[in-house]
T-cell receptor, first 115, second 111 residues
């Protein structure tokens, strides 16, 4: 079992550039989550999908952020244009059935630095 | 809106001690509560999940308790080891599956 896979693990970019983060959930899981972790705000949910459909994107900070899940095995989080305050660790997580009692399984994260 | 608080923010103890980490939450209408472990530079690993109908869960040297009426959970670690050094986070679902996390307790076990 490969677990949740995220790429890249580290990304350094300059302000104004487009950034795309990628996630492959655990096979068979129906829910996928994108989180952001910073020292100031801790872990925050950005958006989550059930069966490839976005359910709650109220945590997406602004229009510069967008997320897609074109199929059950792949999701992207895009930031365009990026800003220094977007620097954070971005985690992807998946869960089996999309119910409140499920455990969420986290990927290793992508550390994003925007200069 | 669910708010989750963890105290203390950091804790350093000598190896072998038993210790307790605390988590408090404001809305007692919860489905469950989870404790996670995060190692530096790594993702989160789920340690224990307590359903709302349960009062405690145990896994090895870890025991998590849940008191919904007082809005509190504790994570008890017995006979601590240097390998237990990590940040421990508690989290609760808000609504369907949106997890709300505490800020975590950074635990250091000194050999």
């Amino acid at each position: 079992d490969a677990g949740v896979i995220q790429s890249p693990r580290h990304e350094v970019t300059e302000m104004g550039q487009e950034v795309t983060l990628r996630c492959k959930p655990i096979s068979g899981h129906n829910s996928l989550f994108w989180y952001r972790q910073t020292m100031m705000r801790g872990l925050e949910l950005l958006i989550y999908f059930n069966n490839n459909v976005p359910i709650d994107d109220s945590g997406m900070p602004e229009d510069r952020f967008s997320a897609k899940m074109p199929n059950a095995s792949f999701s992207t989080l895009k930031i365009q244009p990026s800003e220094p305050r977007d620097s954070a660790v971005y985690f992807c997580a998946s869960s089996p059935a999309g119910t409140p009692t499920d455990t969420q399984y986290f990927g290793p994260g992508t550390r994003l630095t925007v200069l | 809106k669910q708010e989750v608080t963890q105290i203390p923010a950091a804790l350093s103890v000598p190896e072998g001690e038993n210790l307790v980490l605390n988590c408090s939450f404001t809305d007692s209408a919860i489905y469950n509560l989870q404790w996670f472990r995060q190692d530096p530079g790594k993702g989160l690993t789920s340690l224990l999940l307590i359903q709302s109908s349960q009062r405690e869960q145990t896994s090895g040297r870890l025991n998590a308790s849940l008191d919904k009426s007082s809005g509190r959970s504790t994570l008890y670690i017995a006979a601590s080891q240097p390998g237990d050094s990590a940040t421990y986070l508690c989290a609760l679902p808000q609504g369907a599956q949106k997890l709300v996390f505490g800020q975590g307790t950074r635990l250091t076990i000194n050999p």
